[in-house]
């Protein structure tokens, strides 16, 4: 079988990678995909601009696909799908692994989703939603800090104010809905409650549809939890990133923590699904703080996170081809899942100067040799091919993700990859999983 894969991050090129091992899969066409899936086996990129056949109206995505005869898709970013990809790829007849519009406005609209935790019980903060910045303001001096500021829609991780102070949420409610920073997505507010807590994220599979809802199964099966690192520098200090790397699974989430996000987060948001009669076959993503009052949802995303994908997907002891046949024909409930038993660390290599502005165009060498030892995988976030060479593109470049029977093995073999990949400019956290490494959700 082809696969489109949709998407060109770090993502993407892992989901690429665990594909193209699977024997269901003959070729994977990834639009547009990025410097490393530009050598993965099996792959190859596509650009739409490259492709005449594309009819005006037509969503070039869908087109590449019917052209090249794929019969899967497989959509990596939130942004294709809040526009309705999937429902594209559905109508024209080729199964799609990706919610369709009307679920993904679980992460399109922050209001959406506190509507939907509300009214399925799903447990997560106290929140009101504002249109009008006066009654924002008003509500912000009555509840006092600390009170977290989230915009409404999507905006590329930028919309989200966790604030200390009045002052400063007064600055954020300002900054949202007045300076255009985050565009319409401003337009709305969610004022949460602050928690506090350490936060994992939970991927996992859905398989809904209103008539496997009737057959009973309707499924979400989560994967091993994981943990992001936002912020950019050892000690979770400095400005907030895309992600500076990530573990999988995590030894403070114990199987009763577990059992509880089931109970408290997951089992809720089937039931939801299900009521909703959402066709949702695809990836969730739950954003969770552990509080001291049990698992507390943050979040849905609708796609696997970047970079828990890194760490997480390595650790699959399973055939992803066949899961995402399983989510897409309603077996998942009978798939076996089956976990690699140590742990995976994936460190982030970023562009020097990143978050803020960066050189792009760095070459990318590897001192062959040392990563092979390593038995590190590099996945590429931000560069591309240039005829043999790899030049950085992005801020964050790539992830040296590796396994080890321990978490001290993965930890160490991942650095010694990290440490055989060189550019101008590479900048890394030498701390991805280590003690006091996690963002604490402390003010
Ligand atoms: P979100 O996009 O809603 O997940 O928010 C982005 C980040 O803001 C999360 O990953 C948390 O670190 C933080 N955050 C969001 N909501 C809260 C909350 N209610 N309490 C504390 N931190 C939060
Ligand atoms: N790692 C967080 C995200 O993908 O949104």
Not at 389 to 398: A, E, H, I, P
Request: with cysteine; glycine share 10%.
């Amino acid at each position: 079988m082809n696969i489109i894969v949709v998407g060109g991050g770090g993502r993407e090129h892992t989901i690429c990678w665990k594909l193209a091992q699977s024997s269901l899969v003959d070729k994977i066409i990834v639009v547009p995909g990025n410097g490393g899936t530009a050598d993965e086996n099996k792959c190859v990129n596509v650009n739409p601009k490259d492709c005449d056949y594309i009819a005006e109206g037509e969503n070039p995505c869908v087109a590449i696909a019917k052209h090249e005869n794929c019969r899967m898709a497989v959509i990596g970013p939130e942004d294709p799908l809040c526009e309705g990809i999937a429902d594209e790829f559905w109508k024209a007849d080729i199964p799609c692994v990706g919610a369709k519009k009307a679920g993904a406005m679980l992460e399109g609209s922050k209001d959406v989703a506190k509507a939907f935790m509300k009214k399925y019980n799903v447990a997560c903060a106290a929140s009101e939603t504002f249109v009008n910045k006066d009654a924002a303001i008003e509500y912000v001096k009555k509840h006092g800090a600390p009170i977290v500021i989230k915009a409404d829609g999507l905006a590329a991780g930028k919309g989200v104010v966790v604030a200390a102070t009045v002052e400063e949420a007064l600055a954020a409610i300002e900054d949202i809905m007045e300076s255009g920073r985050v565009g319409d997505a401003g337009k709305k507010l969610v004022i949460e409650d602050y928690l506090e807590g350490v936060e994992i994220s939970v991927l996992a599979a859905v398989s809904v549809t209103p008539e496997y809802a009737v057959q009973g199964s309707a499924t979400i099966v989560p994967f091993l939890p994981a943990r992001d690192h936002k912020r950019l520098n050892d000690g979770a200090k400095g400005p907030n990133t895309g992600g500076m790397g990530a573990v999988c699974p995590l030894s403070d989430v114990t199987p009763e923590i577990m059992e509880q996000f089931k109970k408290d987060c997951l089992e809720p948001t089937l039931n939801g699904l299900i009521k909703e009669r959402f066709d949702y076959r695809g990836f969730i993503f739950f954003g969770v703080m552990l509080t001291k009052n049990g698992p507390k949802l943050l979040e849905y995303n609708v796609r696997l996170g970047d970079p828990e994908t890194q760490a997480v997907l390595p650790l699959m002891d399973f055939d992803m081809a066949a899961m995402c046949t399983a989510i897409l024909n309603g077996t998942l409930k009978d798939f076996e899942f089956k976990w690699k038993p140590g742990f995976q660390c994936a460190p982030v290599v970023v562009s020097g100067g990143y978050p803020g502005s960066y050189k792009k165009g760095c070459e990318i060498t590897y001192d062959a040799a040392e990563l092979a030892e390593s038995t590190a995988k590099v996945f590429i976030a931000g560069a591309v091919k240039d005829g043999d060479k790899l030049l950085t593109s992005g801020g964050r470049v790539l992830a040296c993700s590796a396994y080890g029977s321990t978490f001290d093995e993965a930890w160490k073999l991942a650095y010694r990859g990290i440490n055989a990949v060189h550019f101008e400019g590479a900048f890394h956290r030498n701390d991805i999983g280590l003690p006091g490494a996690a963002e604490s959700g402390k003010l």
